[in-house]
């Protein structure tokens, strides 16, 4: 009869992880921590915390930022999900160096930064401009699926 080693799935193993070998170069998640750290200019950010002296400190936009992002690109917008990806998944702590921040921190950052958005997205077009990205011919997102909510039931008309 045939010998085969034991094994089980339920046994646990502990693994030490570097999270700066966790993101690779010629991932979307090297390109996504390249660009937040070093091409934005999160400084716009900076005014909406106003905890020098008293209070505790914020998380860093810059963080808050790289996870929204990845989660995004992934799919998963809803921000208990997002921070349930920043405890179980290795990128996600990764990009995060595992802080960790609650659901409420990311949906409040999520729904309050209307107006920074459109600077960003300005900053990431021009930085795609100088790196030749863009073919200045046609400009699509693709695979947006807004709900729409303009029947007559709804808009009253």
Request: contains cysteine.
């Amino acid at each position: 009869m045939a010998k085969y080693k034991p094994y089980s799935y339920a046994q646990g193993m502990f693994i030490p992880v570097f999270f700066k070998e966790q993101i690779q170069k010629g991932t979307f998640e090297y390109t996504l921590n390249y660009l937040v750290d070093n091409e934005l200019d999160l400084s716009i950010f900076d005014a909406r915390f106003n905890n020098d002296e008293t209070g505790a400190p914020a998380y860093d936009p810059r963080i808050l930022l790289k996870i929204i992002l990845l989660a995004y690109s992934r799919g998963i917008t809803s921000s208990r999900s997002i921070a349930d990806c920043c405890e179980k998944n290795v990128l996600f702590m990764a990009l995060s160096a595992n802080s960790r921040p609650h659901f409420t921190t990311i949906a409040s950052f999520i729904s309050s930064m209307d107006k920074e958005v459109v600077t960003l997205f300005l900053q990431v077009l021009l930085v795609c401009d100088q790196q030749n990205l863009i073919g200045r011919e046609m400009f699509a997102i693709d695979g947006c699926k807004l709900p729409s909510n303009a029947s007559k039931e709804w808009s009253g008309t």
